[in-house]
Structures are given as structure tokens and as C-alpha cells.
């Protein structure tokens, strides 16, 4: 009886402890630095912008009234480009999104080039992180916002950047 006592408790204390071990891997998973942000293309152009209280139409690339802050990132070079589209909760100043949102459509991808057109794209996997950057006296409010993206192809595609708000859709 005494044995099977022992065991409850250190079974207890093992569960409690490896719960806030999750908790902590889930933290760490928000932090992010400003190195190796994404570089614009040479004599190309990229825009990284967000709007708040907003939703994306699946398949579509429509935004309409709602909930959530879309950001959207363009990098175009020569005839090339390239579109991210992220639907984030309006809530909280720190967001991740995973493959479960990756399979719900709140991340999408659309290439094109002149012989290719228009190639949108789900990816299958990955992770969308962003932490919100408070307005200073010389900067307004911003988002650095950083995607690792695993395509249907494997191809990984990484963006990083700093994401500032749009005056409109």
C-alpha cells in the first residue's frame, strides 16, 4: 500500500511538471528577433503590410469585414511574384499560427510569372509567427511577422519582415 502511494504521488508530480514544460516550449515558440529579416529582390519591389478587422475569402484572396488582421506580403522581381496572405486573430499583441490553421486556410500563397500566370497554392505545413512592435515618436505601430512554409513540393519558403498597416483593402 505504501509502495503504491509513492507511486501516485511521483506519478502526480511527473504530469504536473511535464505540463508546464509544454507551456514553456508554446512561450518560446513567440519569441522572435529581427536578424535575417527577408531582403527585397534586386531591382524588384516588396510591400509587407497588414489591415486590421478583416477576413480573407478562401481561394479567393477577397478581403471583406470581420475579425481578424490580415497581413500580406508581395515580392516581385523582374516579371516574377510572389503573394503571402495571413489571417491572424485581432486579439492579444502575439500570434501563431500552425498546421492545424495552415489546413483551415488562414495561410495562402500565389506565384506568377508571364508563362506560368497565376499559381495559387496551399502550403502543407509550417509556422506563421508575428509579435506586435508598439508605436514610438519616430515609428509607427508594426508587426514582425516570420513564415516557414513547407510546400506541397517540400520546397520550404521563408519570409521575415517587419509589417506595417495599409490605409485600406
Known amino acids: 500500500m505504501k509502495y503504491a502511494c509513492q507511486l501516485l504521488i511521483f506519478t502526480a508530480i511527473l504530469c504536473l511538471f511535464s505540463g508546464c514544460k509544454k507551456n514553456k516550449e508554446t512561450d518560446s515558440q513567440l519569441?522572435?528577433?529581427?536578424?535575417?529579416?527577408?531582403?527585397c529582390p534586386k531591382s524588384g519591389s516588396c510591400s509587407f503590410q497588414y489591415v486590421n478587422n478583416a477576413n480573407m475569402v478562401r481561394g479567393q484572396l477577397t478581403f471583406t469585414t470581420g475579425q481578424h488582421r490580415i497581413f500580406w506580403a508581395k515580392m516581385q522581381a523582374e516579371l516574377v511574384f510572389r503573394s503571402f496572405y495571413f489571417q491572424a486573430p485581432m486579439l492579444g499583441d502575439k500570434f501563431v499560427l500552425d498546421q492545424v490553421d495552415i489546413a483551415a486556410g488562414r495561410v495562402y500563397l500565389e506565384s506568377g510569372c508571364p508563362t506560368c500566370f497565376s499559381v495559387n497554392a496551399q502550403p502543407v505545413d509550417g509556422t506563421v509567427k508575428g509579435i506586435r512592435v508598439p508605436a514610438t515618436a519616430i515609428s509607427p505601430e508594426h508587426w514582425l511577422v516570420e513564415a516557414n512554409l513547407i510546400m506541397p513540393s517540400k520546397e520550404t519558403i521563408t519570409v521575415k519582415q517587419y509589417f506595417f498597416e495599409s490605409k485600406g483593402l
Open 31 to 39: 519569441i522572435l528577433d529581427d536578424k535575417n529579416l527577408s531582403e
